[in-house]
């Protein structure tokens, strides 16, 4: 894979990640408030998603070296992004539920259902988009003596796309548009990074002597 497309890739599935996290946020003030709590709920389990990711990405980077996988990858992250208006409502509501009413329930206990929520709803697309970075730089690298320099640039890129992603949708996404709409969008990009990654496996076996 060329530098110039694993760029892209980092950039955009990292402003893909923080899109969800700062929309996903928005949906989980709805049914518990815009308390500290469930902005460190929605932080911590991206957080978690991101850390998790990166080590599998590892792991599968070092087991296969076709981007095929990488299509696999983001057409489950798009799959599940899309589908989120359509689950997430439940998920919240049955947390919000499932405390009676006339009974006193701890106030920790409380606090931590925007983290289950957040970790039910959008841990899963973050967690999928998080394996890109290290198994992009297992492509774009042709020989060792290079693998700091695409290290860098595939991080570098993934944290502007990141910074873009969080400007573009506290400032202007959020006022423009639903929620809902939010979501069929970054996952409708994500699967079109899915079938382009698809043709370039395709383009890839073509290649092969």
């Not at 991206?46 to 070092?62: E, S, W």
């Not at 990858?73 to 539920?97: H, K, N």
């Amino acid at each position: 894979m060329h530098l110039m497309a694993a760029i892209g890739l980092a950039f955009l599935s990292g402003m893909a990640v923080m899109v969800i996290e700062i929309v996903g946020a928005r949906m989980l003030a709805r049914d518990f408030g815009g308390s500290f709590y469930v902005w460190t709920s929605q932080i911590g389990v991206v957080l978690v998603a991101l850390a998790i990711g990166y080590v599998v990405g590892g792991v599968l980077a070092d087991r296969y070296r076709r981007p095929r996988l990488l299509a696999w990858v983001l057409g489950a992250a798009g799959v599940f992004t899309v589908a989120i208006p359509w689950f997430a409502g439940d998920v919240m509501g049955y947390l919000v539920d499932r405390h009676p009413h006339d009974q006193d329930i701890p106030a920790l206990w409380q606090r931590l259902d925007p983290a289950l929520g957040a970790a039910v709803v959008f841990l899963p697309p973050c967690l999928l988009l998080a394996i890109l970075p290290p198994y992009l730089i297992r492509l774009a690298t042709g020989a060792v003596d290079r693998v700091g320099r695409v290290s860098g640039w595939v991080y570098g890129a993934g944290s502007a796309g990141s910074i873009v992603g969080v400007f573009a949708s506290g400032y202007i996404l959020i006022d423009l548009f639903p929620l809902p709409w939010l979501f069929l969008g970054t996952g409708g990009l994500i699967l079109a990074l899915a079938v382009l990654c698809w043709f370039w496996n395709l383009r890839s076996h073509e290649d092969d002597p």
